[in-house]
């Protein structure tokens, strides 16, 4: 089965990116090739991470602090 999933979100916050894009990553990562995402914007105040996003193509820095502080 040759199946392909669209994951559709409306908002491309820092939530997002730092979860649920994140884990969908991590999937393509460990070889499930299947998942994409389609993201929206409908609010005025966010646009320029719209267009930061595209001019960057989709890619973005995520950091990440363990409850020790150590950054990766």
């Known amino acids: 089965m040759n199946e392909q999933f669209t994951w559709l979100h409306i908002g491309l ?29 409908i609010r005025n105040d966010a646009e320029h991470v719209v267009q930061a996003l595209s001019a960057q193509k989709g890619r973005y820095v995520l950091e990440t602090v363990s409850p020790e502080g150590v950054s990766e």
């Open 13 to 41: 916050g820092s939530f997002h990116r730092a979860h649920q894009a994140w884990y969908l990553h991590r999937l393509q990562v460990m070889g499930d090739k299947r998942w994409s995402i389609a993201a929206g914007n």
